[in-house]
């Protein structure tokens, strides 16, 4: 059985920074492509980052490159997401996510993503 836990979550001003973290379990994860998504009150959820089975390669949606950093621990089964230079629009609900396919190249489509996370609330005030 796969689970996937995210913590770190909170409520943070403009400007600052959170850092987010995955625990996985139930599965070996260095041969999964693993991945973040987040969803705002009243939007669709939508692609954040996502990292590839060595972590060597990351992707990113434009509004957050730059700012927020996906790393992965294959060691630990854990996923991180670092969140810098928060802005009121990346309030959401975060998610973390896990692909079972084995693709090499990390996708940044929802429905390719296997297991989800319950989700971490992160509010950034203005």
């Known amino acids: 059985q796969v689970q996937l836990v995210e913590s770190g979550g909170g409520l943070v001003q403009t400007g600052g920074s959170l850092r987010l973290s995955c625990a996985a379990s139930?599965?070996?994860?260095?041969?999964?492509?693993m991945g973040w998504f987040r969803q705002a009150p009243g939007k669709e959820r939508e692609f954040v980052a996502a990292?590839?089975?060595?972590?060597?390669?990351?992707y990113y949606a434009d509004s957050v490159k730059g700012r927020f950093t996906i790393s992965r621990d294959n060691a630990k089964n854990t996923v991180s997401l670092q969140m810098n230079s928060l802005k009121p629009e990346d309030t959401a609900v975060y998610y973390c996510?896990?692909?079972?396919?084995?693709?090499?190249?990390?996708?940044?489509?929802?429905?390719?993503?296997?297991?989800w996370g319950q989700g971490t609330q992160v509010t950034v005030s203005s």
């Open positions: 996510a896990v692909d079972l396919s084995r693709r090499i190249r990390a996708s940044m489509v929802q429905s390719e993503y296997d297991y």
């Open positions: 139930g599965r070996t994860f260095n041969t999964y492509v």
């Open positions: 990292i590839s089975r060595s972590g060597d390669n990351t």
